[in-house]
């Protein structure tokens, strides 16, 4: 059974930076393309950032383009999020996400991935 665990997350200050982890474990993540989601309370789920399975394609909602890095060490089993330049609106709990469809190039529709983290609590304060 695939298992996906979120690290990573917390309270930053606006402009300030963080880096969200996601372990996959029961198969390895080369596997998989990965992907990240975000939703604020009272909102829907909204794309991130996505990854293909060896990190030779990304792809970025374009309100993270320049601010944020998706990453992948398929030897940790691990994908990351590098946050940078954050701001409040960027407040959400993160959600990383696989796709076994590695013949596509990273997709942005959540219906499109099979197996999902648990989330993880990002706040920026202003």
Do not use: H
């Amino acid at each position: 059974q695939v298992q996906l665990v979120e690290s990573g997350g917390g309270l930053v200050q606006a402009g300030g930076s963080l880096r969200v982890s996601c372990v996959v474990s029961g198969r390895t993540v080369s596997n998989y393309n990965m992907g990240w989601f975000r939703q604020a309370p009272g909102t829907e789920q909204l794309f991130v950032a996505a990854i293909s399975w060896n990190g030779a394609s990304t792809a970025y909602a374009d309100s993270v383009k320049g601010r944020f890095t998706i990453s992948r060490d398929n030897a940790k089993n691990t994908v990351y999020l590098q946050m940078n330049s954050l701001n409040p609106e960027d407040t959400a709990i993160y959600y990383c996400a696989a796709d076994r469809n590695t013949f596509a190039s990273p997709r942005p529709r959540s219906e499109e991935y099979e197996y999902w983290g648990q989330g993880i609590q990002v706040t920026v304060s202003s």
